[in-house]
Nanobody
């Protein structure tokens, strides 16, 4: 069983920064990637950023809305995923979820989710 526990959310003024953490535990040997999603009421969950755990260089990707402001990283020794968020805007207000990809057969897909951490950005 995989467990993902997020932390680091909170309230911040526009222009500020937050760093989210996601501690992974359990059977994580089959992970093939991790990511951060966010969701606001009435909207679909949005993939904010992802990182591959298969490649040595940890290939990353970002949603256009956060490029240049957010940075995803991982500490494999601590089994922890991070999301550094800078220059936050009110549009970044959401519940942020950590997610882990594992293989289902030959398909690498998001199968595990954390409970979320709330980020509120005020103007």
């Amino acid at each position: 069983q995989v467990q993902l526990v997020e932390s680091g959310g909170g309230s911040v003024q526009a222009g500020g920064s937050l760093k989210l953490s996601c501690a992974a535990s359990g059977y994580i040997a089959t992970t093939c990637g991790m990511g951060w999603y966010r969701q606001t009421p009435g909207k679909e969950r949005e993939l904010v950023s992802s990182i591959s755990t298969l490649s040595n260089d940890g290939t990353t990707s970002y949603a256009d809305s956060v490029k240049g402001r957010f940075t995803i990283s991982q500490d494999k020794y601590k089994n922890t995923l991070y999301l550094q968020m800078n220059n936050l805007t009110t549009e970044d207000t959401a519940m942020y979820y950590c997610a882990m990809k594992t293989f289902t057969g030959w398909v690498c897909q998001y199968n595990h989710w954390g409970q979320g951490t709330r980020v509120t950005v005020s103007s």
